[in-house]
């Protein structure tokens, strides 16, 4: 079997776990035995262009020619059995699956955010829920809030792509959802159940790692990922001894810096490279997800199970589906958004050793290399045979 990965890459300057999936999933499809052909772009790219080339990319999001006829070149040379498509935007375009379809190879797409119905892709504005553009066919409200970057040119591009690929979305093959919430979203967006698959990611397996102290945020710093409400939490607990980690950038930076330089319980680590994140995780007991938007499977959970660490995480998105709140052996809690939810769930795990206890059963379970791999295997190999 041989497989195209197509995936516009996130900038280096906002570390994006949907990159690390994606190369996780290039590995382990190659250690499985199966060719992977990676047609690869990054947003990263941009900065390094010419003026006239930045021009040309003003449409991108709705076609991309040049990316096209490299696509074709690719396919015309490999004759891949299949496309998997993750990120189009911006330089790839959902074009690639017509370009696909038209060289008669079959599309699978994994969904990581809701950019096919929404001109941000969060559902997420100004810090609340916002569905205004659900189920329109031109995102207006989106550009009137200028939700793409903060610029309504760009948010109009993105609202014209999005129009303009609505029908292009119907015509690919599979779609895997992260979690049956997100295979709701794909129904609600008019996908038919039968292109429909359900299966998580996983992250690689660092073994149990034995346990650290306190508690662990790391993500980008901005509103939807919650740590505002976090470090609201964090006044309200009552852990003496206990230590809040915070690793990440973003626009919030600074609000971190200011609790670090005013409680000692309060540690700012900058933005971590994999190595220096794998120690931050061994250094605590349990990793904190408060997200605040519907933030659909973070990885930063994962990483934490496969490492024996529980999750506290709010009632949003994926989340609890990682932390297992469902099942007979939970690896962490699922909290209201609120600073007395929250501080009263770092209270709970931080006294209750059975949720690290559970972690790891909970990722060999359900989001190991092995489990995952397979089920994705079988959804391609479902797909060639029908």
Not at 40 to 65: C, F, M, N, W, Y
Not at 146 to 157: D, M, N, T
Not at 164 to 188: E, N, P
Not at 308 to 318: D, F, P, Q
Request: hydrophobic residues 40%; contains cysteine.
């Amino acid at each position: 079997m041989k497989i195209v990965i197509a995936h516009n890459r996130y900038s280096s300057a906002q570390p994006s776990g949907e990159n690390t999936i994606v190369d996780y999933e290039i590995d382990a499809l190659r250690q499985a035995g199966i060719k992977v052909v990676p047609f690869l772009r990054s947003s990263d790219e941009i900065a390094s262009l010419a003026p006239h080339q930045k021009a040309a990319l003003v449409t991108s999001p709705i076609h991309a020619g040049r990316t096209q006829r490299e696509l074709a070149a690719v396919l015309e040379r490999e004759k891949p059995d299949l496309l998997h498509l993750h990120n189009p935007y911006p330089l790839l375009s959902p074009s690639v699956v017509r370009t696909a379809h038209s060289h008669g190879v079959k599309v699978v797409q994994t969904i990581h955010n809701y950019r096919h119905d929404c001109v941000n892709g969060l559902y997420f504005r100004d810090g609340h829920d916002c569905h205004d553009c659900h189920g329109k066919r031109w995102n207006g409200p989106g550009v009137l809030h200028a939700c793409y970057r903060g610029s309504r040119p760009q948010s109009a591009i993105m609202a014209v792509a999005l129009g303009t690929h609505q029908g292009t979305w119907k015509t690919v093959d599979r779609f895997v959802a992260l979690t049956d919430a997100m295979a709701g979203y794909l129904r609600s967006i008019g996908i038919a159940d039968e292109r429909i698959r359900v299966k998580p990611n996983a992250v690689a397996d660092p073994g149990p790692v034995p346990l650290g102290e306190g508690f662990l945020f790391g993500a980008r710093l901005v509103p939807e990922k919650g740590v505002e409400l976090l470090l609201d939490a964090w006044k309200l607990a009552d852990l003496p001894g206990q230590k809040l980690r915070i690793a990440g950038d973003g626009p919030l930076r600074s609000l971190v810096e200011e609790a670090a330089a005013s409680d000692e319980s309060v540690e700012y680590l900058g933005q971590l490279g994999p190595v220096e994140r794998d120690a931050a995780v061994a250094a605590s007991a349990a990793v904190v997800i408060p997200s605040i938007w519907q933030d659909i499977l973070p990885t930063t959970g994962l990483e934490a199970l496969a490492s024996g660490r529980a999750v506290v995480v709010t009632k949003m998105g994926g989340a609890p589906f990682i932390a297992g709140v469902e099942t007979d052996a939970p690896a962490g809690l699922a909290t209201d958004p609120t600073p007395a939810a929250l501080a009263h769930g770092l209270e709970t795990v931080a006294m209750d050793p059975s949720y690290a206890a559970n972690a790891r059963a909970r990722y060999e379970s359900t989001f190991a290399p092995e489990v995952t791999l397979r089920r994705l295997i079988e959804i391609y190999e479902e797909l060639l045979a029908s």
